[in-house]
């Protein structure tokens, strides 16, 4: 073969790795890496050393009792907004939904509306599947105070995009962010321009250009309306922030509002819908209140037209598919170069370790590089091209088989043993996984996809053979008022001990442990009658009693304690598992409201 052909030949690589990557990248199957690669990128970004004129007015469960209801009276909030008018801030943002009158002191609050023209009220603009849209209070739409405050949710139901404004009915709505970040540039001589091509627009040192429907890791996204990518800002402290409480109580200096952005809202536990998951959130206990998202936007948007902040932006189409191309071409100069798996160590992970901080320093830039497809294009080609080096090195080798017989043996001896080892890899890596799978990362007990699988399995072979099953639901009591007294990590200690003596408590290799839900626990007992399962019940509360874990809470005990449901049946086809899960919830039920506590114990009739 002529130098020509083969680097013709090798030059198709990264062209045609190129075209495969971009046709599955097209297909939306690396949108949901692409995501969690930027989650991971927010994450690892440090706090920023800034301020910004927002203060949150937040409304707590403590709030909520202190005022003695939800919603708030238009009296009550007439009243808030007056105390927040008091200091003189620039704007007044009330994410508090109030189409509707709430009384008593109705005529208050549409006073309070009347004489303030900086408070912007809000609209849920669009209806979906979070719900109908929602009018804005029908004062402030006829005085045009009012702004939308719909959130973006991608598909895993995270918020990464910001909406500027919504077209409705040939009118543009702008979001609440947006609104009051205009206010108070107006304040500081700062208007917005729209740009020469219609799709950007210029704000102080800063230009908002609309989302493309491919715009970074998205596939076929729908634009509607003004959205940018969210360049969360994330400030040693947090944005400011208030309780109800302290601003009607007095307990808020006058120097706190003036000249500020101020909104309003809830995060209080309760109102659930209102929480959201944003790319910081690796937990549901992490979740943002809208109005932290909204107060947010807000400062994005002033940081960047006043201090020239970078704006999150993707990188445009075209230069995407270069960037896959230029990792392609990469990984295939790579993979033709590596000769020894020594070589292969030191610059494959270099490359890698290269690449992911190209994409993070470009992020820290202000530009969303994807990483996924240029990774998958690297590998692809890297190991095309190296098995085409192998392939050319094999074909030259055999024309020389009768000379070289025992070099080429020992070779792929050794080729055979680096095989073996990446398939025992590959096996260990497999084990691992399904443990993973099948395992709650913190207690290390089953967890509910392994408990569900189990309990069906064991109930077609105890059927089979009609032999009794044991099914026992255990709750710790009083778990939320521990989280609550002594905090999450030391309930994740609870909740792994309590684990550790269910797990010491079954008896046979076939019993099974599992962690059912939040607190919750079940252990599964093929062939054990009610008898051997109220022993294992009792032995239970024995050992957890022993361990005295501190609940200074708890109503029953200054422990920690359980409940359990136990339920026993011989299956059969006129019953179910479901029912078994059914029987024993109901009966754990019992031993709750019966004081905690306690086992009670109830057969499954057929």
Known sequence: MTLQKQWHRLGSIPIGVTLFVIALQWSGALQLLEWIILNQWFRLRPPESRTVPIVLVTIS???????????????QLAALLNRVKRDRPIAIGLDLYRDLPIQPRHADLMQVFATTPNLIGITKAVGNTEGPAVPPPPLLQERGQIGANDLLLDADGVVRRNLLSVDQNGRTI????????????EQQGIVSRAGTDGNCTHLGKAKFCRLEPNAGGYVRLDTGGNQTLANFLQISGDIPSVSLVQVMTNQVPAFLFRDKIVLIGAKADSLWGDRF???????SAETWSGVEIHANVTAQILSSALEGRPLLQPLPEFWEWGWIFLWAGIGTGLGWSLRSLRWAMVLIPGVMFSFLLTVYGLFLLGWWAIAVSPILALTAAGFLSHSYRIWQTLRHSNQLLELKVQERTQELIEKNIALEKAHLAAETAKQVLEYLARTDELTQVANRRCFNEYLNQE??????ANLPLSLILIDIDF???????YGHPAGDQCLCKVAAVLQSSVRKSADLVARYGGEEFAIIL????????????????TTIKHLQIPNQNSSVSQYVTVSMGVVCTVPSSQNSFAQLINKADETL?????????????????V
Do not use: C
């Open 61 to 75: 469960e403590s709030d909520i009792q202190w005022a003695g209801r939800w919603p708030l009276s238009d009296g």
């Open 174 to 185: 702008l979001a609440l962010g947006t609104r009051l970040a205009l206010l108070y540039l």
């Open 277 to 283: 998951y944003t790319p910081y959130t690796t937990e």
């Open 459 to 464: 109930w077609q072979q105890m059927m089979q």
């Open 479 to 485: 778990f939320k008022l521990y989280n609550d007294t």
């Open 526 to 541: 093929p062939n054990t009658p009610m008898a051997g399962a109220m022993q294992i019940a009792t032995s239970i509360q």
């Open 589 to 605: 039920y019992q031993a709750k409201i019966g004081g905690r506590n306690q086992a009670i114990a109830k057969e499954l009739l």
